[in-house]
């Protein structure tokens, strides 16, 4: 295990994170699961994301594996200086507060940077320097200012992504703009502050729609309301219920559905010989298909489709996805030990690199685990 860490890209860098919740473990897990040594600092009684309860339940055992625990009260001068000290030992800080307060700690970048020139320090706030950059902002906030609820929801329903989108894509441009700055200082030599927001990360990702409207001057609606650039594209209601996606976008792959539903007639109607003509009669089309499909059976039809190349896709539950074949055989799910001695499976991170899939190198860190193994560098004691 120590040879395969040690070949890892990172394997060498120190990153000390203070975070809690997404956006910022996020960042550390994808920088520890690289091979960095990633030491997350927690408040007396551990981070409160331990215990979340609800659709918050996930997120400590999600985004905090292959790290180290160690406990620092940074609310007092001790533990500020504690703090401050590991910093010097570390090539990373990682933060996600409020705004003002690691200033108020004197774990701000202006202060650490002066006595650490070579610190890299990463935030991941609600929004970039300017108008915003004080407010606070919540993924489900930013969604709504950002465009991707509008374009989401039905017209008039602006309705939330129903996985905090923003908050992971805000750590992955954090260990994006840590490996950057590590190739920077190998040159300088010098240290940099890195920022990531939740807000410019959703316009981001809603970039595309402006630009379309820049191009057309024609606002774009909702993807509900959408006018679909192919006739048949569409979940369809089958046998029993079940639900199935299916995408015909050339006019080959729509004569090889019919094949498939044995429906030949379809494929010789002169009225849908292209895909601009059966855009033009699509609630039609998708109508006729519909009464042909839901005597379908999806186990029955899913292999047809597949043989023949047709893109095709179940609507699953994330429960499902524990059993899902292609993750099981392709190694994207494996075991972590949690803090309680038990086992759970977590997803890897979806990068393949030389062959090998970035793991689980570590058990998921109990409250101040590594106190003495980190905090006794620094001649500090771990507490009682």
């Known amino acids: 295990m120590a040879a395969e860490h040690a070949c890892l890209p990172l394997a060498g860098v ?185 807000f410019e990360n959703c316009v981001f990702l809603s970039s595309q729609h402006m630009q379309q409207f820049s191009m057309t001057r024609e606002p774009p609606p909702p993807m509900p309301s959408r006018v679909s650039a192919w006739s048949v594209y569409d979940v369809f209601t089958l046998a029993e219920g079940e639900q199935l996606f299916i995408g015909a976008v050339s006019d080959k792959q729509f004569n090889t559905l019919c094949d498939v539903l044995q429906r030949p007639d379809l494929a010789a109607d002169p009225a849908l010989a292209t895909n601009a003509m059966r855009v033009a009669v699509r609630p039609a089309l998708l109508e006729r298909l519909g009464e042909i499909l839901k005597d379908h059976r999806v186990e029955a039809l899913a292999p047809k489709l597949e043989a023949a190349g047709i893109p095709y896709a179940p609507i699953m539950r994330p429960e499902q996805l524990l059993d899902d074949p292609h993750l099981r055989a392709s190694g994207g799910l494996v075991p972590m030990q949690t803090e309680d001695g038990g086992t759970t499976d977590v997803v890897l991170l979806p990068l393949l690199m030389g062959g090998r899939r970035p793991g689980v190198r570590m058990p998921l860190p109990g409250i101040g685990e590594h106190n003495d193994e980190i905090l006794s560098g620094l001649g500090v004691h771990a507490p009682d």
């Open 14 to 198: 120190r990153v000390v994170e203070f975070t809690h919740m997404v956006m910022g473990p996020t960042c550390g897990m994808i920088l520890a699961d690289l091979g960095a040594e990633v030491i997350k600092v927690e408040p007396p009684g551990g981070d409160k994301t331990r215990n979340l309860p609800g659709l918050g339940i996930g997120f400590f055992r999600s985004f905090n594996r292959n790290k180290k625990s160690v406990v620092i009260d940074i609310t007092t001068p001790q533990g500020q200086a504690t703090a401050a000290e590991l910093v010097g030992q570390c090539d990373v800080l990682l933060e996600n507060f409020r705004p003002g307060l690691m200033a108020k700690c004197g774990l701000d970048y202006a202060t650490l940077s002066a006595r650490f020139p070579g610190l890299i320090y990463v935030s991941h706030k609600g929004f970039l320097p300017g108008p915003y950059e004080n407010r606070l902002a919540l993924d489900e906030v930013v969604q709504m200012m950002g465009g991707l609820s509008y374009m989401t929801g039905p017209k008039g329903r602006p309705l939330r992504a129903g996985t905090s989108v923003n908050d992971i894509m805000g750590g992955m441009f954090g260990a994006i703009g840590v490996m950057a700055a590590l190739r920077e200082r190998d040159r300088t030599g010098k240290g940099q502050e890195v920022q990531s927001a939740l």
